[in-house]
Each structure stands twice: as C-alpha cells, then as structure tokens.
C-alpha cells in the first residue's frame, strides 16, 4: 500500500471521512479521528475567516489529549479540505493557518495549485487532490500532490461519471502515489471491495452525514436514512459543476427531479461566504448513492465499528476465496 508515513499504523480501518460543506465541523472530525478514521473539514466551513485558528486549535487539542489518555487505540489525524477556486478569496490565508497548526493532511479541490502542495510540504504535512478524470489526475499529478482522490460515478456532492473499474486501473497505470476512491462507499463491504480494486483508502462521505455529531438538518439524516439509490439526481443545476444530491429535496424546493435544466460553471461561487448566488446548498442536499445500507442516525463510533465487522468479513471471504 501505498500509504503516507502519517497514515502507517494510525488507521483502524482504511477510511477517510470526507469534507462535508456546511455539515463537517470539529465535532464530527474529532469523532472520526478517535473512532480510528480520517476525519477532515472544508476550511470555508469555519466562519468568520477566524474561526479557523479556533477549530485547529481545538482538534489538535483534543486528539492530543485522548491519544495520551488511550495509548491503546487508533487515532487517526485530521484533513482540511481547500477549494482551490478564484472565487475562494480566503483560500491562502487559510492555508497559512494550516501551516501554522501543521494539519496533517490536506485536501484540494477544483485545482491543484503549486503553491498549496509547497506550503503543505514545508511542515511535512501531505495533499490529496480529488479528480475526476485521467486529464485532472496527471495535472494534479505534475503540481507534486502526494496523493489522487478518484471521484468516481455515484459519489455524493461534485462527482464524476466514469466507473471506478476504469478509473483506479487507467490511474494506477502511471501513478505510483496513494490512492484514494470515492463513489457509492457506504460499508465496509464496499471498503473491502475499493481496496481489491486497487485503491489504497476509502473515501466516504454521506454515511457520516447521518450521525449524532453531523451538524446537519435533522430531516437531512432522516432523509438519507429513508432513501436509496434511485433517490439520486445528477445535476449541474446548483453550483455549475456536475453532482448527486437527493431527490425529495429538490422536490420539497419547488422543483421537478425529473426535468433540471443544465447550469454553467460560472454560477459557482467559492467566496468568503461559499456559494452566494443561490441557496441550494442549504435547500439542496447533497448525497451519494450508496446509502441504501443507512438504517439509522447513530453515533461516528458506533458507524465505524460496524464498516470493520463488515470489512473484516469482507476481506476474510475473499481470503477463503482464494485459498
């Protein structure tokens, strides 16, 4: 595996939780961290611009604190999601802030630019970049990232369209970094399954969604839990590039699942504010396909214990297979 120095040994299981706009903030990505998983954050979460000293200062802290006081467990470190767009009028000041606290790891978007991978290398911290093509990775690729995000059909929020089959091989062709694949994963069958392909972690979001320490709607989680795969829209109607978002929302907004007009990228907007042309990250909820295995809204704890039953099940079954 092709796996960074700070992720050996720290991970109970082959997983990071990913940045949820608006729904990841510390509480989330501490329960993940000490539930043995990669939790991690966008940086635009965290406003005012200054909350994001205060949310550092805090993570650190308290997984500090508990790595201490369970020497036993795994603790996993943390990521901060940066959207590198020319919108995001925060995105260097809030990296120097990452430099600053030494995030472990951190998480571009949109673009990869030079000078995040340099500053997040200049402390030893490490940048996964999330792709959704061959022509994204081998540019993500060239800025010096040390790991690809392989955003794959079915994944929740910005997804691409290729299926991870074709993806992770034609990557893993060229590419000799860590792997990350996203799209559809919601158990730890489906862990098990990314790792046989190829991948080298997981990357899940919409699972976590439904959780106790979600800062999300309660009738977001609920909704996750009440719906399946054919609950899913694909759409660039709401921030100008491609995504999954969950069709009773769109619905419960006034608007036809079924009958979305397309929307160009200049509708997005990545400010200080996020996305200030329309309410549709807030009205509009964002989900992947795999959540038909979403039964209810539980703790991080209790959701990460039953991904390692299911993947430890997972990879036992295939060992048997193949003895």
């Given amino acids: 595996m092709a796996l960074p120095e700070v992720l050996q040994n720290n991970l109970r299981i082959p997983v990071i939780g990913s940045p949820l706009f608006l729904v990841s903030g510390p509480e989330l990505v501490i329960a993940q961290c000490k539930a043995g998983i990669v939790g991690s954050f966008p940086a635009l ?126 990557v893993k062709e060229w590419f000799d970094g860590t792997i990350l694949l996203s799209g559809s994963i919601g158990d730890g069958y489906c862990v098990a399954s990314a790792l046989a392909m190829g991948a080298d972690l997981a990357y899940i979001g919409s699972r976590f ?10 009738g977001y989680k609920d909704m996750l839990v ?47 504010g996020g996305n200030t042309k329309s309410k549709a990250w807030k009205d509009i909820w964002g989900s992947g396909q795999g959540i038909g295995s979403i039964k209810d809204v539980a703790s991080v704890e209790d959701v990460v214990a039953e991904m390692e039953r299911d993947y430890k099940a997972a990879v036992d079954s295939l060992v048997q297979r193949a003895s």
Wanted: aromatic letters at 6%.
């Fill in 209 to 218: 969604i439904a959780t106790e320490e979600a800062n999300a709607d309660q």
């Fill in 226 to 272: 009440e719906s399946a795969a054919d609950d899913i829209v694909y759409s660039s109607l709401f921030t100008g590039v491609d995504g999954n978002y969950l069709k009773p929302s769109i619905a419960k907004a006034g608007m036809d699942p079924d009958n979305l007009p397309d929307a160009d990228k200049s509708s997005m907007n990545f400010g200080s």
């Fill in 45 to 170: 979460n965290a406003r005012p611009a200054a909350v994001l000293d205060e949310w550092l200062t805090r993570i650190n802290t308290e997984l500090n604190e508990y790595k201490l006081a369970n020497p036993d467990k795994y603790v996993a470190p943390f990521a901060v999601n940066q959207i590198c767009h020319a919108s995001n009028d925060r995105l260097m000041d809030d990296m120097a802030m990452c430099v600053k606290h030494k995030v472990p790891i951190i998480i571009t978007s949109l673009r990869p630019p030079a000078e995040v991978v340099e500053a997040a290398h200049s402390y030893g911290g490490v940048v996964f970049h999330d792709v959704i093509n061959v022509k994204h990775a081998k540019k993500a690729a060239e800025q010096g990232v040390d790991g690809l995000i392989l955003v794959c059909a079915g994944a929740g929020g910005h997804a691409g369209a290729l299926s991870p089959f074709a993806l992770v091989r034609e």
